[in-house]
């Protein structure tokens, strides 16, 4: 099987910065996209940012210019860096991740347990 663990969340003040952290685990082959999704009260979960094996990436439009997702593959690990951060942002954050277990199979999505983020004052 395959986990996925986020850290990082927190409390930040408006226009303050946060680091999330994903760290996947478990009989890994590959692993293909990675991304960040975030779910608010009272509202569906969203994609944030996602990053292909090969660096390629793709950002929401409310987070575009403020928040960077990178990864490093050695690792099987997945950041966001958020910057300038906003209320808006308070959200739950999922670590969202297509592996393949052996080169065989299908590949399989996987998601975290989330880690919350709270931009308040």
């Known amino acids: 099987q395959v986990q996925l663990v986020e850290s990082g969340g927190g409390l930040v003040q408006p226009g303050g910065s946060l680091r999330l952290s994903c760290a996947a685990s478990?009989?890994?082959?590959?692993?293909?996209?990675m991304g960040w999704y975030r779910q608010a009260p009272g509202k569906q979960r969203e994609l944030v940012a996602t990053?292909?094996?090969?660096?390629?990436?793709n950002y929401a439009d409310s987070v575009k210019g403020r928040f960077a997702i990178v990864r490093d593959n050695a690792k099987n690990t997945v950041f966001l860096q958020m910057n300038s951060l906003k209320p808006e942002d308070t959200a739950v954050y999922y670590c969202?991740?297509?592996?393949?277990?052996?080169?065989?199979?299908?590949?399989?999505?996987?998601w975290g347990k989330g880690t919350l983020v709270t931009v308040s004052s």
């Open positions: 990053i292909t094996s090969g660096g390629s990436t």
């Open positions: 478990g009989s890994i082959f590959s692993i293909r996209a």
């Open positions: 969202n991740a297509d592996v393949a277990l052996l080169p065989t199979l299908p590949v399989m999505n996987y």
